[in-house]
């Protein structure tokens, strides 16, 4: 049965409807704010970090993408046929004084593009927060929707790619045509690392990287778990997804992502948790 004043169920929420919060963060950003700028020079990063989200929410660049994103929320798996999909752009989301910032691939169908929130309501979402709590970077362990309370302590979550993709795999293309999101994101957090969530998330934060004017280096080493590649900017931790085809198998474990973290929590100059 819908719930009372909301929508039919399969129907993705209109414009301006934000799950979660408002366009000047809510719980999006972490339920965080950034001290006002002390001089006129320019919008503070918790601003310009919602002025990037506002764009993203409203991006319809990637034909193919619209349509999957779209087709998804007006068919909803059974066990959400009661939910309103937020089927749009997912923008990345955190504390605006972020030291760490974590990219992943893009958003889950059922997930992201359900809940409005990247790594919500989805099993990688599930291990990944965990962890993160665990280190210190979440205020609890679960992420179940944009509202749920989840607030983020010096990290930022973000992904390559912000809409969700038929079959898990965005095109090179799509891949290409979010990159300034990203571009502009670590622009203004300035991280001192940036934990990417397999190959692909690293392709695409060595490009972002190399369009930022960061000095690389070269050739660039071979992405592996726990493989730690310092730059002229941040440094770049490399960790397997936490997919359930990684979990299910052994490949990834909770022991070998907490090292992740933990490791991303000192290289962003703060003490291990107690």
Not at 37 to 60: D, H
């Amino acid at each position: 049965m819908t719930p009372p004043g909301a929508q039919p169920a399969g129907r993705r929420r209109p414009a301006g409807d934000w799950p979660g919060g408002d366009r000047t963060g809510g719980d999006r950003t972490g339920g965080r704010r950034s001290p006002p700028p002390t001089a006129p020079e320019g919008p503070s990063a918790a601003e310009a970090l919602a002025a990037i989200t506002a764009e993203v929410v409203e991006c319809r660049r990637c034909p193919r993408l619209v349509r999957w994103r779209e087709e998804v929320a007006a068919n909803p798996r059974s066990s959400y046929r009661d939910e309103v999909y937020w089927g749009r752009p997912i923008p990345g989301f955190g504390d605006p004084a972020a030291r760490g910032v974590v990219a992943g691939l893009a958003p889950a169908a059922h997930g992201g593009n359900r809940t409005g929130r990247v790594f919500t309501g989805d099993r990688s979402g599930d291990w990944l927060f965990r962890a993160m709590h665990r280190a210190g970077l979440a205020n609890q362990p679960h992420s179940v929707s944009a509202d749920d309370g989840l607030q983020l302590i010096g990290a930022w979550v973000t992904a390559a790619v912000r809409c969700a993709p038929p079959a898990n795999k965005p095109t090179i293309e799509e891949r290409d045509t979010c990159a300034g999101y990203l571009v502009r994101e670590l622009a203004v957090l300035r991280p001192a690392v940036i934990v990417v969530l397999g190959s692909f998330a690293y392709e695409a934060v060595w490009r972002v990287l190399r369009q930022l004017g960061t000095a690389l280096p070269a050739p660039r080493p071979r992405f592996g778990h726990g493989v730690e590649v310092p730059t002229a900017g941040p440094v770049v931790l490399c960790s397997f997804h936490p997919s359930q085809q990684n979990t299910f198998t052994g490949k990834l474990t909770e022991p070998m992502l907490d090292e992740i973290f933990l490791r991303a929590r000192t290289l962003a100059g703060r003490r291990p948790p107690p």
